[in-house]
């Protein structure tokens, strides 16, 4: 006669709410592709949740603000409300951890606010701040978004995206005129990204905002991966009078921090990536 043996049950915990089991399953299904998105159903086969249960937990998520859905795909990413929560929690942990000495000298040696952004929706996230302490000053929130094209950490991520990723993020935002200085040409931008790449550094001249100028510097992981961008902001008026003392300071940050990230050492005329992987069509 066959024997069954009972199933033995987890004992019961009292103080365990099962519904941030299922948010955190969520938050993790999400966080497997922090920079492009993931659909529904994958959400759903990594969870290992029902699908209604998903599609209410996103829906949710997204109406606090936490969840960014893309209308055009469909796909859904943790949103930059999500690193207000604390970004040394997120992805980028070591990232901001090794950056922020190197922003705190920028700060002191030039009285201008630093931050630090990560290639996300299509455009750059900003994830860490270092605040100028002067009245009149600029500085960006985390969380905020920036266009690629208008910004001198866009630029950075720009200049080392492959060429269809390049042609997708740009299609998909576009290049909008913010200023009248704003490069709204295809041909006008190839130009400036081979200048990132020959520099090690981009310059927002006024081209985001009217009055700001904006030095930044791409940061590179092992592989020699970008994977962020630093920059320093200010008035333009103080900005344009330390110009190239900034550049040659924010040069040697990032590379500083990409070294420390794995990425080795490079100099501006031997860029960490192949500038021709991030070549984008001509045609404007």
Same mark, same amino acid.
């Given at each position: 006669m066959r024997r069954t043996t009972k199933s033995r049950k987890s004992p019961y915990d009292k103080n365990f709410i099962a519904l941030a089991q299922r948010?955190?399953?969520? =938050?993790?299904?999400?966080?497997? &592709?922090?920079? /492009?998105?993931?659909?529904?159903?994958?959400i759903?086969? +990594?969870?290992?949740?029902?699908?209604?249960?998903?599609?209410?937990?996103? !829906?949710?998520? *997204?109406?606090?603000?936490?969840? %960014? &859905?893309?209308?055009?795909? $469909?796909? !859904?990413?943790?949103?930059?409300?999500?690193? %207000?929560?604390g970004t040394n929690a997120l992805p980028y942990q070591r990232l901001t951890v090794l950056a922020r000495p190197l922003m705190q000298t920028l700060l002191l040696s030039f009285g201008e606010s630093v931050n630090v952004a990560v290639p996300?929706?299509?455009?750059? +996230? !900003?994830?860490?701040?270092?605040? /100028?302490?002067?009245? *009149? #000053?600029?500085?960006?929130?985390? $969380?905020?978004?920036?266009?690629? *094209?208008?910004? /001198?950490?866009?630029?950075? +991520?720009?200049? !080392?995206?492959?060429? %269809?990723? =390049? %042609?997708? &993020?740009?299609?998909?935002?576009?290049?909008?005129?913010?200023?009248?200085?704003?490069?709204?040409? #295809?041909?006008?931008l190839e130009a400036e990204l081979v200048?990132? #790449?020959?520099? $090690?550094?981009?310059?927002?001249?006024?081209?985001?905002?009217?009055?700001?100028?904006?030095?930044?510097?791409? +940061?590179?992981?092992?592989?020699?991966?970008?994977?962020?961008?630093m920059s320093v902001s200010g008035p333009a008026v103080r900005m344009s009078q330390n110009l190239p003392a900034i550049k040659t300071a924010v040069r040697e940050a990032v590379q500083t921090i990409s070294i420390l990230l794995g990425a080795g050492a490079s100099s501006p005329e031997e860029p960490l990536e192949v500038a021709e992987k991030s070549s984008v069509s001509a045609n404007s």
């Open positions: 948010i955190f399953a969520v =938050l993790e299904a999400l966080s497997q &592709q922090p920079k /492009s998105g993931v659909p529904l159903e994958e759903t086969q +990594i969870s290992g949740l029902p699908k209604t249960t998903v599609f209410r937990l996103l !829906y949710s998520m *997204h109406k606090l603000g936490f969840v %960014e &859905q893309d209308p055009d795909t $469909g796909l !859904y990413s943790l949103s930059g409300k999500f690193f %207000e929560l996300k929706l299509g455009g750059a +996230i !900003y994830i860490a701040v270092a605040e /100028s302490p002067k009245p *009149h #000053r600029v500085a960006a929130s985390i $969380g905020g978004f920036s266009f690629l *094209h208008s910004t /001198s950490v866009g630029k950075c +991520i720009a200049a !080392y995206l492959p060429a %269809e990723e =390049l %042609e997708k &993020q740009l299609s998909r935002h576009g290049m909008p005129p913010l200023t009248p200085t704003t490069i709204i040409s #295809r041909q006008t200048r990132v #790449r020959v520099e $090690g550094v981009a310059v927002d001249n006024e081209e985001n905002a009217q009055g700001i100028i904006c030095v930044g510097g791409p +940061i590179f992981a092992s592989g020699k991966q970008l994977v962020a961008a």
